[in-house]
């Protein structure tokens, strides 16, 4: 696994902090993780078997007063009013003394609260009040830092320099162990030969339970999937290009996905632990990609050998997503440019017809490989589910942005660019607007680029947001922007309002995308928490929108979709965790789904 970066490498599995339910742990870039139960409500009966989390009770302080903000749990969630969901109401206490009911959010400003006083919450279901949660203190500078254990520099037996900074995170259950049966001699960034294995690891003690070869091997160092092919001679680049996730294929039991390739040859394999040993739910293979030369060859476009799956070549993706695209209640893995259906049948591969000043007018071609994927209900005035995706096969492709039907794959709408269109975002940046807004650039820039555009397609300007990382940070359930890069200070920053939040002392990871190392709802009320390293890596740094909201949801964890997604939110290249529903400034609580009924 490649996580080495220019300058120094991530460190893996370094620090532990228990956040209200959901522990936090430094994983290296690509790391596969397992989803787990917490003690606390909020399992559900009979859909998929989400964590079991407490209340997330947090106390910020704040110029106007502490700022309370906590869970409401899935199944607490019963029916829907005006501003959000109804169900459980909550009572405050400072101190053991009863202070406020709260009935129309999960959030309370206590304008007499004071740096030292500990507050509790109960829910109170048909005027009977519950027990109360574990009491908790506010933090003092409007954020919390979890320390690490960062390892002292070194150099490796080849004779490279290197330091340590941290890099990705996830949320699961603490693993310290690793599997030592395949050890690197000399590390030089790649693995070309040797075995390789999957491992699945006890969470609460980090023994190792059961190991498996990797599926499928990796065969040779490249030649055959297209490591050679073209201009290039890279060993261990293309066969090495590795996606994970996790998805809930029967609708209730979690199973673990693995893929291998995406740019020729497409591999993915689906797991579920049983309790005792692992089970292979399917396997699916795209078969070898034909060259005439592997040397003097562009395999690019062509299909696999496989008569199902053949298709898939090409048409992966940096990540991919998990989304019950069709309404049956099970999800599927959308793989770039295609699904898997949750039996491992393939559900669909996209294309289209090349238009004039393209490589070959007329022609139909795969939309093909891309950056960015976006997977939610982009469009609440369609039926089902949306994908917006950038594509980077530049004159071979017929679109360099599109959005998608997920049910069928079919485009909507889309633009042929001619150049690799490295970057794409969707969010609630113009309220005015009804849906969320897709927006898209292409690789240097260009002023007739992709722009801004309505959920629709229709273009608002061709000055965009940022698109390295979206946050749900606001009380009107608009879409903010994580900026920030390299040695820039992250910041969050609102299309409309301007600046929420400069992330002072920290830094974002992964180069140019300037990725957060999580952006995810972690604690308090339905709002994301943005978690970076700070600048020395001695930390992480935990930050919280304290901005009062009347809009009451349920955690976003106890949505099926948004719980996997966060699970591969770190997967390759970072992408944004999204709902199975739409949220939005002018969400229609009609259509929210309730998770407990």
Known sequence: ???????????????????????????????????????????????????????????VATPDGVFLSWRLLGDEATGRSRTGLTGADFAVYRDGRRIATVTDSTNYLDRSGTATAAYQVAAVLRGRTGARGAAVTPWADG?????????????????????????????????????????????????????????????????????????????????MWGDYAMSRIEPANRVDRFLAGVAYLDGRHPSAIFARGYYTRATL???RWDGRRLREDWYVDSGWVPMTNPFNDSPHGREGTDPEY????????????????????????????????????????????????SANPGARAKVGHGDAMHVTDIDPARPGLEIFMVHEGATGAPYGYALRD?????????????????????????????????????VGGQPDGPGLRTADGDLLGTVIPGTNQSIRWAADMTTQIVNGAGEVTPSIDDWQRGRLLTADGTRTNNGTKGNPGLVADVLGDWREELLTRTVDSSAIRIYLSTEPTDRKLFTLMHDPQYRVEVARQQTT?????????YLGSDIDWSQVPLPGR
């Open 1 to 59: 696994m490649r996580s080495r970066t220019r300058g120094g490498r991530t460190f893996a599995a370094l620090s532990r902090a228990l956040v209200a339910g959901l522990s936090v742990t430094v994983l290296l870039v690509g790391t596969p993780t397992a989803v787990s139960a917490q003690p606390g409500g909020g399992q559900h009966g009979g859909g998929p078997r989400l964590e079991r989390l407490d209340r997330g009770l947090v106390a």
């Open 143 to 223: 954020h919390r830092d979890l320390p690490l254990r960062r390892p002292a520099a070194g150099v490796t037996p080849t004779g490279e320099a290197y330091t340590y900074s941290a890099s990705d995170l996830s949320v699961d259950v603490y693993a310290p162990a690793r599997s030592t049966r395949n050890v690197l001699r000399a590390f030089q960034g790649f693995v070309v030969d040797g075995p390789e294995y999957l491992t699945v690891f006890d969470g609460a003690t980090g023994r190792e339970l059961q190991t498996v070869r990797y599926k499928p091997g990796r065969h040779d160092d490249g030649l």
């Open 269 to 271: 394999v689906a797991y």
């Open 310 to 357: 053949g298709t898939l070549t090409t048409q992966g993706a940096h990540s991919l997503s998990v989304a019950d695209v069709d309404a049956d209640g099970k999800q599927e893995i959308v793989y770039g440019g295609a699904t898997i259906d949750h039996d491992g049948s393939l559900l669909y591969s996209s294309y289209g017809v090349l238009p004039a000043g």
């Open 406 to 442: 997920a049910r069928t794959g079919e485009v909507i709408y889309g633009g042929y660019t001619g150049v690799d269109t490295g970057r794409g975002m969707v969010g609630d940046v113009v309220p005015a607007e009804p849906g969320l807004e897709t927006w898209a650039t292409v």
């Open 573 to 581: 290249y970072n992408q944004p965790s999204y709902l199975s529903f």
